[in-house]
């Protein structure tokens, strides 16, 4: 079986999870390469709705294994709450999960040092999601942070080693941002409490992915946020502070570009936003109100209301280009079937010339104005369409414009939130 790399094509909140929930059945493993609990991957299960942060969201089917690469940050405390949660529902996967333990460790501090940037900067934030990812990552690129191997330490020598990292924290909280403290002591012990429960998943992923690279088994690689928001290809500085793009699988697995296979960029049918930064094709007012509303664009990690728009296919084509994507997967098409226009932007207009080519330089990009082409909606549900044939005319009409202008084929058409409302086409929309 092909690998499979799953990548967000726009700011996130493309519906991954759902997608590699459905592509993941029959794989070996289910890899997550980079960033961390600022994820929100929500997958429904017959009656039961799950919203993963950092297991994969391919452990939902029994057997599969997943694997946390060293290209993340993982918060220690969220990992153990997210394990316990699903042994709660009766999805076991301590058994199943495996910790690379080269990857970092996101501290409380790292939590409040984000929290605390954030209102430093006032009205140029970023709209971080909170959770420590900018800070931890800091401390790797600074060499300072502490890895998920460390908790394999002997007990004294981790608490020793935590300690000392929290103290260090604790001149910077105190002394620039004039904060409170963390409680070091307290700290240090939970997480030799938390070190003792983690263990036996963080393995040498040089030695667990062998089998992937190997090519005895088989992967697909969950990617976490989205292109435009990856850290050097994303609207900096508006971006999360890892690779959301193809690069970061390779450096954030160790596996090497042969492992990779198809490369699957998923998009909404239309675009989502949250936190700050330029957003080319945002809808405001009631319409973009009205989007919101039928997508339910609502943050699955922090429950902020996102910002809505419609498809942007300038930063569309880039994201298709610079990951080299060889199929695309839309999601939420649902979403428009009560819209009696629906709008592409097709290019900017900046500073009254046309661009049809993303200009990927932020400065430019809060000034570009959209210019869009108009398509009649279909105004007929699609949500139990599991054929393309089933879909009204205007609403294929639509997805061929974009396969066209993409130049990828599209694999496959997410109608509803449950696992079965998804349409697959052998070779893309186009007649
Ligand atoms: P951070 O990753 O928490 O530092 O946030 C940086 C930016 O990325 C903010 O605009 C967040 O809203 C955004 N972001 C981070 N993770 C996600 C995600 O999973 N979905 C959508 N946006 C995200």
New binding site residues.
């Given amino acids: 079986m092909e690998n499979r790399v799953i990548i967000g094509g726009q700011?996130?909140?493309e519906g991954k999870g759902k997608i590699v929930d459905s592509l993941s059945r029959k794989v070996d493993w289910v890899i997550r390469f980079q960033g961390g609990a600022?994820?929100?991957h929500t997958i429904y299960v017959g009656d039961q709705k799950h919203v993963l942060h950092l297991v994969p969201s391919g452990i939902l089917h029994e057997g599969v294994l997943g694997f946390l690469g060293g290209g993340m940050v993982v918060d220690p405390w969220s990992l153990r709450d997210e394990i316990l949660a699903l042994e709660q529902k009766d999805i076991s996967v301590r058994d199943r999960l495996l910790v690379s333990a080269t990857a970092h460790l996101v501290m409380p501090f790292h939590k409040r040092l984000d929290e605390l940037r954030e209102s430093r900067l006032k009205r140029k934030s970023?709209?971080?999601?909170g959770?420590g990812?900018?800070p931890a990552y800091l401390d790797k690129v600074q060499r300072t942070g502490l890895r998920m191997g460390d908790l394999l330490l002997p007990r004294e020598n981790l608490e020793r080693k935590a300690i000392e990292k929290i103290l260090t924290a604790n001149e910077v909280l105190c002394q620039f941002y004039e904060a409170d403290p963390v409680p070091a002591k307290v700290l240090a012990e939970e997480l030799v409490v938390l070190a003792q429960f983690l263990a036996p998943m963080i393995v040498n992923p040089y030695e667990a992915l062998r089998p992937v690279r190997d090519g005895i088994a088989s992967a697909l690689f969950e990617g976490?946020?989205g292109t435009l928001?990856d850290v050097d290809h994303g609207t900096f500085p508006?971006?999360?502070?890892s690779n959301s793009t193809i690069g970061g699988v390779l450096t954030g697995t160790g596996l090497p570009p042969r492992s990779l296979g198809e490369i699957i960029g998923i998009f909404k049918a239309y675009c989502t936003r949250?936190?700050?930064?330029p957003f080319m094709s945002e809808l405001l007012g009631d319409q973009g109100d009205q989007l919101r509303d039928a997508g339910g664009e609502y943050g699955a990690?922090t429950g902020r209301a996102r910002r809505c728009g419609w498809f942007d296919l300038v930063a569309a084509r880039y994201a298709a280009d610079i990951n080299g994507m060889t199929g695309v997967i839309i999601t939420k098409l649902d979403v428009l079937d009560k819209m009696s226009t629906v709008r592409v932007a097709t290019g900017y207009d900046l500073d009254g010339e046309e661009l049809t080519t993303y200009p990927v330089l932020s400065e430019a990009l809060p000034r570009c104005k959209p210019i869009f082409r108009d398509f009649p909606g279909w105004e007929k549900p699609t949500s139990e369409c599991r054929r393309l044939t089933d879909l009204p005319a205007n609403a294929r009409k639509y997805l061929e414009f974009l396969e066209q202008e993409l130049g990828v084929h599209i694999q496959g058409i997410s109608v509803g939130k449950e696992r079965e409302a998804m349409i697959w086409t052998e070779t893309g929309v186009s007649t």
Avoid: E, P
């Avoid at 970023?126 to 999601?129: A, F, L, V």
């Avoid at 508006?238 to 502070?241: A, K, N, Q």
């Fill in positions: 700011w996130g909140d600022n994820a929100g970023i709209g971080t999601t959770r990812i900018g976490a946020q928001l508006f971006v999360t502070s949250v936190g700050n930064g990690t």
